[in-house]
């Protein structure tokens, strides 16, 4: 991934100042969408100099590409725990758990719902030349791989960032009227997403979903 901050903070304090201009940038993200932002209003926001957000963040998109960056590190870490935690039959009740902790966040974490993976603003936050969902495909792959013994393969790829893109699309719906998400839709992106991972593993030997 490209790396969004000048400089990394060396120091405790350097890293907390650093947190709490990333949490200043969420708020003002869900309070005022993404046009609204300035590093002016972030710094502000955070209790720190401009001079000193400018130290570590050249603009705002750096500061967005951070957010996001961190986003999707508590996102694949909070799947990887329920990974660890909870016991599945197979893929298809991963999956579905994966989709849960997306709406967790959604509903609970500061500038997640305004910064979705795959926002269309900016389709390359995460990395110069991969789109934020493609990456994200690539963590999630990862995840089932080794927790399912899926074998890794050219289809397999394609077949897990198609299921991102229609799970994130189908989810943007989800809470496009309702803050807490539809229900009924997202239990349509499990539907979909179970329905279509069902048909591209199984020419891979995988077996189907329940």
Request: with cysteine; charged share 30%; aromatic share 8%.
């Amino acid at each position: 991934m490209a790396e969004p901050l000048r400089r990394r903070p060396s120091q405790r304090r350097s890293a907390r100042r650093v947190e709490r201009m990333l949490d200043a940038c969420a708020e003002l993200l869900d309070e005022g969408g993404y046009e609204a932002l300035s590093t002016t209003r972030v710094a502000e926001r955070a209790g720190v100099a401009i001079g000193s957000l400018y130290q570590f963040f050249p603009d705002k998109r750096a500061l967005m590409q951070a957010l996001t960056r961190r986003n999707v590190e508590v996102f694949v870490s909070r799947v990887g725990s329920r990974f660890l935690t909870d016991d599945y039959v197979g893929w298809w009740d991963a999956v579905d758990a994966i989709i849960d902790v997306y709406v967790e966040m959604h509903r609970s974490v500061p500038g997640f719902r305004s910064l979705h993976i795959g926002d269309v603003f900016d389709l390359n936050l995460l990395d110069s030349v991969a789109d934020n969902n493609t990456v994200i495909a690539g963590r999630l792959r990862a995840l089932l791989l080794a927790e399912f013994g899926l074998v890794d393969s050219a289809e397999l790829d394609r077949a897990i960032l198609v299921a991102v893109e229609a799970g994130d699309a189908v989810l943007k719906l989800a809470f496009r009227d309702d803050r807490e998400g539809a229900p009924e839709i997202v239990a349509e992106a499990k539907q979909l997403i179970r329905g279509y991972l069902s048909r591209q593993l199984r020419a891979e030997g995988v077996p189907p979903a329940q």
